[in-house]
Antibody, heavy 121, light 106 residues
Framework: QVQLQQSGPGLVKPSQTLSLSCAISGDSVSSSSTAWNWIRQSPSRGLEWLGRTYYRSKWYNDYAPSVKSRITISPDTSKNQFSLQLNSVTPDDTAVYYC???????????WGQGTLVTVSS | DIQMTQSPSSLSASVGDRVTITCRAS??????LNWYQQKPGKAPKLLIFSASSLQSGVPSRFSGSGSGADFTLTISSLQPEDFATYYC?????????FGQGTKVET
């Protein structure tokens, strides 16, 4: 059974960096049949896909154009987890953030529990 | 980028009703379409993948159909636990995109 456990602060100051981690159990971040995603949800934006990382002989990333200049998603093979960093945040980045597994570039079949991140001074 | 449009945004239904939700993609996406159910305070849950394949453990009253740009999620007989918000999502290309959601309420 795959489980994703999110961790990270729930409050970030404007202009600072949002950092979240997603620990994986029951699968490997280096699996050749999965991609590891970050998605956020807010009343104004709905469900918004932010990006993913995946391993196919080497590491790849894809990012949403809306955040591409500010986002980094990176794997940590030693801890079997992946992380999200979003720079220069504003109150508009306030949302519930989810990590999720994408099986075979096909569907998001396992999700983390969600983390409400509020951007406020 | 591909945009996903769901209709209706909300609907009122009763237990036992047949419920249909539609999703339209801004371009053809073959059958690269998934459906999720979300309840308040919870993460979305995968119901249907590849337009019509039922995810393991999901009741058979849920079904999906469609290909190209037009898709449908059907709940054959609505149960009390089915009151929730439903989202479609395309897996044809990046950036991935979700519909705006359809809230099924009593």
């Amino acid at each position: 059974q795959v489980q994703l456990q999110q961790s990270g602060p729930g409050l970030v100051k404007p202009s600072q960096t949002l950092s979240l981690s997603c620990a994986i159990s029951g699968d490997s971040v280096s699996s050749s049949s999965t991609a590891w995603n970050w998605i956020r949800q807010s009343p104004s934006r709905g469900l918004e896909w932010l990006g993913r990382t995946y391993y196919r002989s080497k590491w790849y990333n894809d990012y949403a154009p809306s955040v591409k200049s500010r986002i980094t998603i990176s794997p940590d093979t030693s801890k079997n987890q992946f992380s999200l960093q979003l720079n220069s945040v504003t109150p508009d980045d306030t949302a519930v953030y989810y990590c999720a597994r994408d099986l075979n570039f096909s569907r998001l079949d396992y999700w983390g529990q969600g983390t409400l991140v509020t951007v406020s001074s | 980028d591909i945009q996903m449009t769901q209709s209706p945004s909300s609907l009122s239904a009763s237990v036992g009703d047949r419920v249909t939700i539609t999703c339209r993609a801004s371009q053809r996406i073959n059958t690269y379409l998934n459906w999720y159910q979300q309840k308040p305070g919870k993460a979305p849950k995968l119901l249907i993948f590849s337009a019509s394949s039922l995810q393991s453990g999901v009741p058979s009253r849920f079904s999906g159909s469609g290909s190209g740009a037009d898709f449908t999620l059907t709940i054959s007989s609505l149960q009390p636990e089915d009151f929730a918000t439903y989202y479609c999502q395309q897996s044809y290309d990046v950036p991935r995109a979700f519909g705006q959601g359809t809230k099924v309420e009593t």
